[in-house]
């Protein structure tokens, strides 16, 4: 019998198999399925810093748009006792999937600075996610903003996080930070159980018919994977955070891959929402087929064999591989 | 006695939550100022609460008061405890069903804010005579005169009707005492259930329709029994005024709050009486005991039961020692001996000596007068001037008091300086800006002094008439005595002004008491301010010796993230100054304030508004006062002194907020007021303005189409004219064929913009090197004004295009056609007025405009000013406005009388002929008048026509000469709201559009009640949350387009300018075009649909990609030809619905209060687009006549085949 369980924020995770924080999350209905595909875990979408501020700020300004200003209309829609607003729906929807799912549920924040939204942390712990995972994605456009301010911000955000909940903290990252293991290891040390490499930066397009600029999302593809396992083949081993892998996991071979750079777990979403919650079933098996086709036991056994300090030549981890790369390209060429 | 709280409520509130518990069954119908209490009942049944039989009441809105009142009545006779809520016209459509219920001798209560009946003019303010309307429908009617007497007599009418079996209608003063804030003892449960006595709850029931034990009641009865029969009731009416002053009795056992069927004060001994019912009591009250303790002997007798008039209680309530009488009536009956109270009173008085029964040994002298009509003022000073009138030798009858009647001299003097305001008494006056928070923050202090305080609190606010950049009044006060001041405060101890443009042309500080606080909202610090005021201003400031204080508030508000919102702000800075409470306490419940009302909104709100109350304190500077006023500049008068006189000097006069000055003669008899008049008022409400880039400008002309003030307008000129242009004036080369040698401008109008910028988001030009920047763009207006107020003035007096010159079938064209509709006070970036506007543009020289009552007739036709205008011909709208409920039968009138007119004129013309000329009177009679070139030519022809009449010495010539305009063509159109159009209205909507009458109705579709505050009408989409719909809409809403076109004769289109403004104008060409009833349903976004309107085009672009609002013609014209006229103008749907509507709050909101139902009503919503996708696209799709063959079955041999029989479905 091939043991699939790993661990990951100190929870048992039936298989390294976890759904990461996407509209496959939103509906506790989809979860179910999820579940019952083989999700291990889930990550719930993330609710935004600015949305909380943002929501009660909509709500103020339209509830009190063109009142008192005249004898027959001083308000323009019915009072109610309370308005359900986005983390109260978060939390209901937390509570409601907590209730029904038989698998870790993770809540997600997204957010880049301390405020009043990270007492939010805590009623997320109250609502029963089974750990928290922090989504610092910072954009900065200020060119007096240093990098080493945009790092001290986040550990500053993530031990705010850190009083106001006794959970487990996971940190996911962009791959835009000119040290990562020095940020990693900041961030270890001050308390993180897990890091999540990475998120995706989402570029606007440019409408050059009506010019403006227009949000858009496109879903992962697997080449951004490397990305990610480069770097946790490095992290790996030196960290007391656990590893996670998302972005541009869309196969079996994938999450093999993101296991033996030394992941605790692999995350997915854009390939279920191409194919359908299916597909996660079909990954599993396929996974599982590939252990017993190479005689693997468990999935405990591979973690971290091609990580950098596995390995025997590191040099595809630093330079070298630049220079390989290159050279075959050239090579190629004059062939 | 039960335990009572006090609460800080209005009369509505206050009135409301009795009924509410004393009901099984509601029904309502919005209608102000009695809207409110339907609100809260609705409100209530959506939260579950109970009444005192433990269900929660039914609460169900009507197409109209008359239905309300007919539901009510179904309801009493299947045995319910059944109420309704309104007002003025509302209750007069009440009427047949109160004869009814009346004579049925049915227990039931209507609440009434009583409010002016519509004659020369609407009001929507506070007298009696809708109540006086009712006299005789057999309703006992009980007066309410302050905040805690509508609930307290509330529950008395509930309890005497079920006694008695009399219906009541319970009435207190619309605005006055239902809008007023007072603090109040509210009424239990227990009291309730103290003051009901079961048995006749059970008879209630028992005398109800029953198939179990069935009855027949409101049969038909002749001449042989009605006479009888309508006798019978007469013990119950004479038993009533008993059973009304048991119920008081019983009340004043449970509560201590005692009344009586008259109650009066004053002196046990006075020689002088004032009777009256209704909120005035409060003034004449004060007046009383003021005059008195100076020795004077006079009083006040309160009517509380006006019906059934019960005179032995009325006579005995009376001092012996009384010898002049006044009788104060709210209302006027122009036929009558007086008006009706006062013929109570000389009747009562009358039968009292006549059968030597009167307790009162002399018969006093009694006068009846006027007072308070459409919540006119009732001040001390007036009430004064009444009993000095009573002292005099001779006495004046029939009298007004707070006008100047200078036309039949009724008014009695009164001296206004007159005061009895208690000392202990705190008045504060706040000038605000509708928008800017000042009546919500004022409601909040109310709140905080009278709940946290044991001091009496009491707010009253005045709004102008404009929706948008309307100034608010708010007068409050507070103390250690209860609160009786039903009038306005015109000795402030504190005055804050919270917008600095206001002392431009008000006089801000002209009810300010000496030393008073003024504390003002400036952008200029303590050391600056001074040389920035009027001299006026200054003048008051050192004259009166006030303590002066200044914030920028709007920096604060910027800088703590509170946008245009000063409430919490200017709030803090009243607190910190007024010494109402101490100010660290007052903070710390501003703070708890704040926390109560905005947390259910969300913390981030929280959060900036208690930085705004911090920064407040750190921004407020007290101002040191100079010795003398030196500035060089003073008040400016409200309207230009080149405005014509009356407009000047009487509608400036309104605009100044001086209209009680008027006389009796200044105003029209009859309400006839010229049009062209909004361009007078230069309200200068605009942040910000549009400015255009004459090189970038594509002169498309949406900016001016959309633009819903008229502030944008364009014109192409001979180039000569340029020569005395002011120097920063801008011109372009036109971009049209043929007019390339003169010149195009772009003029934005400074001083009328409301800064709404719908203008900059639909302008489609973006620059190629940086692209936020349009051809128009908003740019501070302060510093634009001085040029661009030149340059408007400029462009003003150059010529407009010929007509002729251009197509109007053309947007392009279009912003070139001068628009007969300009600078409405709509709220800002308003979708209706574009409309309005394009429909004058199109045809305004030759239109007839009848208006149903609702938002469209108070931007139209509220006073001071109306934006109907004139083109330089000196024609353009004549407009006016009927009820709500008769709007297209009003309409249908103007027509008929025209084209009997036009018919009157051809007969007149051709027995004419020998006088004017054959060739003339064929011209006319044979014109062709379907092109504007042919009515011009028309118009030339009655021009001449005119002239050959002039001089003829004949009854038919003069005749003629009256109806001549007739013969050229005159469109009529029907505007109103879909509050009208779907509901109150449809009824003869639908017969007109059935007449195949040349009537053509522009339905401003908003989907909800505007006018009065968003109610649910049927045009309310399914998942939207209205008042009235608290729990979104679960029906879709009606398709009175297919209803229209089920008639196949009857035009109808709908439009929304923002997704297409060239099917929009397509379609106002063919409605006006078409020989016959035509019917346009205009989307038009609203400030009731919950998002900025500056995105209101964009909105309406969604409304029509998602299928939600398809664009459609049915042109019957077509059918003629062979054509289906059924012609689809939009696409399949293309985004799904939720695109569109969850840009709304009015949908949102459903997700924040029951998410489950929102998702369920968004799915049925949707496949309602999809339903009525199906439906429009198949009818689209459908062949015409021409290309079916035949559908009929054949014809029987020898039956004569119809003309046109057979074809397809068209």
Known sequence: MIDLTTEYLGLKLKSPLVVSSSPLTESTESIQRLEAAGAAAVVLPSIFEEQLSLESNALDSDLSRGTDSFAESMTYFPAYESYRQGQDAYLSHLRRTKSVAGIPVLASLNGATAGGWVTFAKEIEQAGADALELNTYALPTDPRITGAEIEDGIVDLVRLVKQNTTIPIAVKLTPRFTSIPNFAAKLDRAGIQGIVLFNRFYQPDFDIENLSVVPRLTLSRPEELLLRLHWAAILYGDLNADIAITGGVHSAEDVLKAIMVGGQVAMMASVLLLHGIPELVIIQSKLLRWMEEHEYQSIRQMRGSLSRRSVADVSPFERGNYIKTLSSYTLRKTA | ?1210
């Not at chain 2, 209680?313 to 012996?320: D, E, G, N, T």
């Not at chain 2, 926390?595 to 913390?603: A, E, M």
């Not at chain 2, 007969?820 to 007839?848: H, M, N, V, W």
């Open chain 2, 1 to 1210: 006695m039960s335990e009572q709280e006090t609460a800080i409520l209005d009369g509505n509130e206050s009135c409301a939550r009795v009924a509410y518990r004393l009901s099984q069954v509601i029904t309502i119908y919005p209608i102000t100022p009695s809207s409110t209490m339907a609100e809260w009942a609705d409100q209530w049944q959506s939260e579950g609460r109970k009444n005192i039989w433990g269900t929660v009441p039914v609460v169900a809105e009507m197409q109209s008061e008359g239905g309300a009142a007919g539901a009510m009545h179904g309801a009493l006779q299947a045995g319910a405890f059944s109420t309704t809520f309104t007002a003025s016209q509302g209750l007069l459509l009440m009427i047949p069903n109160m004869f009814k219920i009346a004579g049925e001798l049915t227990s039931n209560v209507i609440h009434v804010t009583a409010r002016a009946v519509a004659t020369h003019a609407l009001s929507i303010f506070g007298d009696h005579s809708d109540i006086m309307a009712c006299r005789s429908t057999g309703y006992a009617m009980l007066s309410s005169a302050s905040v805690q007497e509508a609930a307290d007599l509330a529950l008395v009418s509930h309890v005497a009707t079920l006694e008695s079996r009399v219906p009541f209608l319970h009435f207190f003063d619309g605005f006055r005492t239902s809008h007023e804030v007072n603090k109040a003892l509210t009424i239990s449960d227990e009291t309730i259930n103290a003051m009901l006595d079961e048995k006749h709850v059970l008879a209630h029931r028992q005398r109800a329709l029953s198939s179990d034990n069935p009855i027949l009641r409101g049969s038909a009865q002749n001449p042989d029994v009605f006479f009888q029969a309508r006798e019978t009731c007469t013990p119950f009416y004479l038993a009533c005024p008993t059973i009304v002053q048991d119920a008081m009795d019983r009340f004043a056992a449970e509560t201590g709050r005692a009344y009586h069927l008259f109650d009066y004060v004053g002196a046990p001994d006075a020689d002088r009486v004032v009777v009256l019912m209704g909120s005035a009591a409060g003034a004449v009250e004060e007046t009383i005991e003021h005059l008195n303790a100076q020795g004077e002997k006079i009083g006040l007798l309160k009517v509380r039961l006006y019906r059934p008039f019960a005179s032995e209680a009325f006579l005995a309530a009376l001092p012996r020692t009384v010898k002049s009488i006044a009788v104060l009536d709210r209302c006027k009956e122009p036929t009558g001996l007086g008006e009706p109270l006062y013929q109570d009173v000389i009747t009562a008085f009358s039968e009292a000596f006549s059968s030597g029964t009167s307790p009162i040994a002399v018969q006093p002298r009694i006068i009846g007068g006027r007072y308070g009509l459409s919540s006119k003022e009732f001040t001390p000073a007036m009430a004064k001037g009444v009993f000095d009138e009573l002292k005099k030798p001779q006495l004046k009858n029939r009298f007004t008091i707070g006008i100047n009647d200078d036309v039949t001299h009724s008014s009695l003097d009164y001296h206004p300086e007159f005061s009895t305001e208690d000392p202990k008494t705190v008045r504060a006056l706040f000038y605000g800006l509708g928008a800017d928070g000042t009546v919500g923050a004022n409601k909040n202090s109310i709140k905080i002094i009278g709940s946290e305080t044991p001091n009496f609190a009491q707010g009253y606010f005045v709004y102008d008439s404009r929706k948008s950049g309307s100034v608010t009044t708010s007068h409050l006060r507070f103390g250690p005595n209860p609160i009786r001041s039903t009038y306005l405060i015109s000795n402030a101890n504190f005055v804050a002004c919270h917008q600095f443009s206001f002392l431009e042309r008000m006089d801000i500080l002209e009810h300010a008491a000496p030393g008073a606080v003024f504390l003002l909202n400036s952008p200029y610090g303590p050391e600056e301010i001074w040389n920035h005021l009027p001299k006026t201003t200054q003048e008051t400031i050192l004259k009166k010796k006030l303590q002066f204080y200044v914030i920028d508030g709007y920096t604060v508000a910027r800088e703590t993230g509170m946008g245009n919102r000063l409430n919490t702000i200017m709030q803090t800075c009243f607190f910190a100054i007024s010494g109402v409470l101490p100010s660290d306490e007052a903070i710390a419940q501003i703070k708890k304030s704040i926390k109560k009302t905005y947390g259910k909104r969300g913390d981030a709100v929280v959060q900036k508004n208690f930085a705004a109350v911090d920064a407040a304190v750190a921004a407020l500077h007290k101002v040191t006062l100079p010795e003398k006023a030196t500035a060089t500049f003073d008040l400016l008068p409200m309207l230009p002194k080149e405005a014509p006189a009356f407009v000047y000097n009487v509608l400036g006069m309104m605009a100044a907020g001086k209209g009680d000055q008027l006389p009796v003669s200044a105003l029209p008899a009859g309400g006839t007021f010229p049009t062209g008049t909004a361009k007078w008022e230069k309200r200068n409400i605009a942040q910000t303005i549009p400015v255009w880039d004459k090189d970038l400008c594509i002169q498309c002309g949406k900016c001016v189409l959309v633009c819903p003030h008229a502030v944008i307008r364009a014109k192409v000129y001979d180039s000569s004219l340029l020569a005395n242009a002011p120097e920063t004036f801008k011109s372009a080369k036109p971009k049209w064929k043929g007019m390339d040698q003169e010149l195009y401008t772009l003029q934005v109008a400074p001083e009328d913009c409301t800064g709404c910028s719908l203008c900059v988001e639909i302008c489609p030009a973006k620059s190629k090197s940086e692209a936020k920047h349009k051809a128009i763009n908003m740019e501070l207006q302060a510093p634009l004004r001085a040029p661009e107020a030149l340059n408007w003035s400029f462009f003003e007096s150059i010529p407009t295009v010929n007509r002729d010159r251009l197509s109007h079938t053309q947007v392009k064209d279009i912003q070139l056609l001068e628009p007969l509709f300009e600078f409405s006070g709509a709220c800002s970036g308003c979708g209706e007025t574009p409309y309005i506007k394009l429909l004058t543009q199109l045809f305004g020289d030759r239109l007839y405009i009848a208006n149903a009552t609702g938002c469209s007739s108070i931007y139209g036709g509220n006073l001071p000013t109306t934006p109907y205008t004139k083109n330089g011909s000196g024609r353009g709208p004549t407009w006016s406005n009927s009820l709500f409920e008769d709007n297209a039968e009003f309409g249908f009138g103007m027509r008929l009388a025209l084209d009997q007119q036009k018919e009157y004129a051809d007969d007149l013309l051709k027995r004419l002929a020998p006088t004017v000329g054959d060739d003339l009177v064929t011209a006319i009679l044979t014109a062709s008048q379907s092109k504007e070139c042919e009515i011009e030519a028309q118009r030339k022809r009655v021009l001449t026509l005119r002239s050959k009449l002039a001089g003829v010495d004949s009854l038919e010539a003069r005749a003629l000469l009256t109806v001549a305009d007739s013969l050229v063509r005159k469109s009529v159109w029907v505007l109103g709201g879909d509050g009208w159009a779907y509901d109150i209205g449809f009824g003869g909507l639908d017969h007109v559009l059935g007449s195949g009458k040349n009537v053509k109705v522009l339905v401003l579709d908003t989907e909800t009640y505007s006018n009065t505050g968003g109610q649910m009408s049927k045009s309310t989409p399914r998942g939207a949350v209205a008042k009235f719909a608290e729990g979104g809409k679960p029906n879709s809403k009606k398709d009175i387009a297919m209803e229209a076109v089920a008639y196949g004769s009857v035009y109808v289109a709908r439009v929304a300018m923002g997704s297409s403004d060239m099917q929009t104008v397509k379609a106002f060409q063919e409605a006006e075009a078409y020989d016959g009833p035509a019917l346009i349903l205009a989307y038009s976004h609203c400030i009731a649909h919950g998002y900025d309107l500056t995105y209101g085009m964009d909105q309406q672009k969604n409304a029509v990609l998602s299928g939600y609002w398809p664009l459609m013609r049915y042109n019957p014209m077509l059918r003629t030809e062979g054509k289906n006229p059924f012609q689809l103008d939009s696409k399949a749907p293309s985004i799904p619905l939720k695109e569109y509507a969850y840009h709304e709050a009015r949908y949102t909101m459903l997700t924040r209060s029951r998410p489950e139902v929102a998702k369920h009503l968004l799915q049925e919503a949707q496949d309602d687009v999809e339903r009525t996708w199906r439906v429009y696209s198949g009818r689209a799709a459908m062949a015409g006549r021409s290309e079916t063959p035949h559908i009929a079955p054949p014809e029987r041999e020898g039956a004569v085949a119809p003309l046109g029989a057979g074809g397809g479905d068209e």
